[in-house]
Each structure stands twice: as C-alpha cells, then as structure tokens.
C-alpha cells in the first residue's frame, strides 16, 4: 500500500484513514492494531514527521523530501487452540491535504495478512471397553484440545463378535 502526493511544503500535511477489518479472525488473535501503529509511528524518522489519531494517518511535510515506508508490526496471539488460518484485512481510505494538494492511494488501497494456525487439529479418540457378561461396558471419548465451537459426534455401535 502507497499514499503519494505531490510535493508537499514544509508545514504542509497529507492524510488517510488506515482501518484493519477482521474477515475471519477475532480480537483475541492479535495485539491492538491501533497501538501497533501508534508505536510504528512514534519509531518514525522522517523525513517530515507521523501522527496517528484514531483512524487517521497525518503526514507532516519538513520540506525536505516524501514520507518514507511506515513499518507497522502487529504482533499475533498464541491460543492454544484450533481455529485453522485466519485472514484480516488492512486498507487506506479518504486520502487529503490540508492544502488541496491532490493525495492518492497508490492502485493497492487494501492488504489481506493471513495468520497461519500454529495450533494441531483437535483429536477425538475413544477408549476400548471391556466388561465381563452382565455388567456395563464403559468406553471414555476425549479431546486433546479445547474448542472454541461446538463438536458435534455421531457414535454407532457396529456389530463385531458381541451378540444381544
């Protein structure tokens, strides 16, 4: 993603709203985007300089050349759980100048990040049971991890040597 503008003026100031959506992920699954650009930008140095407030993204020209890369780290979350790979989106909108210098979004305005899953598939098993004629056969089905939706099983009893 680019924001361009033509050559601003020392004092001169250039926006745009940075927004990141989630599109299959949650809030738990990453630190604040909102700090990670605020630390971003205060890592800033220049040339100009960066302010970050609420959603918007304020370049400040010193006159002495076009804002360089903005490296923005947003850290990822380690769950312990299974939820496969997840996508969020980042995007640049509403680009503008405090002088009516013309501001564009470069032809990429939106970035989609995958968060790939660390977690294992949760593993359903069932124990062998054995009793003796008469008494109950106790079987034990477990999982290996917690879930986060509903597990839904089908058991069947299949006929092997056991007879009723």
């Given at each position: 993603?680019a924001?361009?503008a ?6 001169e ?34 040339p100009?300089?960066?302010t970050?407030a ?7 020209s ?11 780290s947003?850290?990822?979350?380690p ?56 008494s109950?056969?106790?079987f ?5 991890y ?11 009893v299949?006929?092997?040597?056991a007879?009723?």
């Amino acid at each position: 993603m680019a924001l361009s503008a033509d050559l601003l003026q020392s004092g001169e100031t250039a926006t745009v709203d940075v927004a990141m959506t989630n599109v299959d992920t949650n809030s738990s699954d990453y630190n604040s985007f909102s700090s990670a650009v605020a630390t971003a930008v205060t890592a800033y140095s220049g040339p100009g300089s960066l302010t970050w407030a609420g959603s918007t993204l304020t370049f400040t020209s010193d006159g002495t050349g076009v804002m360089t890369p903005l490296a923005i780290s947003l850290t990822t979350t380690p769950d312990g759980v299974y939820e496969g790979d997840e996508d969020l989106k980042v995007s640049l909108s509403n680009p503008g100048a405090t002088t009516g210098e013309t501001v564009t979004v470069g032809s990429s305005d939106q970035v989609t990040t995958t968060i790939e899953d660390n977690d294992s598939p949760i593993t359903i098993s069932i124990s062998d049971g054995s009793a003796t004629e008469g008494s109950p056969v106790e079987f034990t089905i477990s999982m290996d991890y917690t879930s986060f939706e509903d597990i839904v099983l089908n058991l069947a009893v299949a006929s092997g040597s056991a007879t009723a």
